[in-house]
C-alpha cells in the first residue's frame, strides 16, 4: 500500500513538472479535450432534435395508420409502374369494413376512403387556384389527426346525402 501511494505521488510530481514546462502544449491539449467533450455532446443533442421534429412532423400522418394508394405519394421516374395498378375504388372500404368486423383480435378499426385532387375552385365572381381539395366520409374523423377547431366536422347523414358543397 506504501509502495502505491509512493507511485501514484511520484507520477503526480512528474506530470505536474511537465505540465509547468509545455504550458503551451498543456493547454491547448486541455483546450481540444474540451472542445471534443463540446462537440460530441453538441452532436447527440442535435441529432435527438432532428429525431423529435421528424416525430412531430410524421405524427400528421398517424402513427397508427395504414395508407393504400394507387399511386407513390411523391413523383417517381418510372411512372409506368404504378400506370397499370388496378384503381382503388370506394366500394372496396364497405368490404373491409366488414372483414374488419368480423375479426374483433385485429388491430384494425375502420377503412375510410379518400380521394383528392387540385383544382381551381370558383364562386360569384371570385377565383382561387391551385385549391387542394379532399373527398371522404364522414368515418375520416377517426383516422385522421385533424383538429376541427372552427365549425364542424360532416356527419354520417351528410356524408351519406352526398350533396354537393
Do not use: H
Not at 507520477?11 to 462537440?39: F, P
Not at 380521394?115 to 371570385?126: D, E, V
Amino acid at each position: 500500500m506504501k509502495r502505491l501511494l509512493y507511485e501514484l505521488s511520484e507520477s503526480w510530481k512528474i506530470a505536474a513538472a511537465q505540465m509547468r514546462s509545455n504550458l503551451t502544449r498543456s493547454t491547448l491539449t486541455a483546450l481540444g479535450v474540451i472542445i471534443g467533450i463540446i462537440a460530441v455532446t453538441l452532436m447527440g443533442t442535435a441529432v435527438n432534435g432532428i429525431s423529435i421534429g421528424f416525430d412531430k412532423s410524421m405524427a400528421v400522418l398517424g402513427d397508427d395508420v395504414l395508407y393504400v394508394t394507387q399511386w407513390p405519394w411523391k413523383p417517381v421516374d418510372d411512372w409506368w409502374n404504378y400506370r397499370d395498378r388496378k384503381k382503388i375504388k370506394t366500394d372496396y372500404t364497405e368490404t373491409l369494413n366488414r372483414m374488419i368486423a368480423a375479426t374483433p383480435n385485429s388491430n384494425l378499426v375502420i377503412a375510410v376512403p379518400t380521394s383528392n385532387l387540385m383544382r381551381s375552385i370558383k364562386y360569384g365572381g371570385n377565383q382561387v387556384d391551385n385549391v387542394f381539395v379532399l373527398g371522404t366520409t364522414s368515418d375520416f374523423i377517426v383516422t385522421s389527426t385533424i383538429d376541427c377547431t372552427v365549425g364542424r366536422f360532416f356527419n354520417e347523414l351528410e356524408s351519406r346525402g352526398g350533396a354537393n358543397v
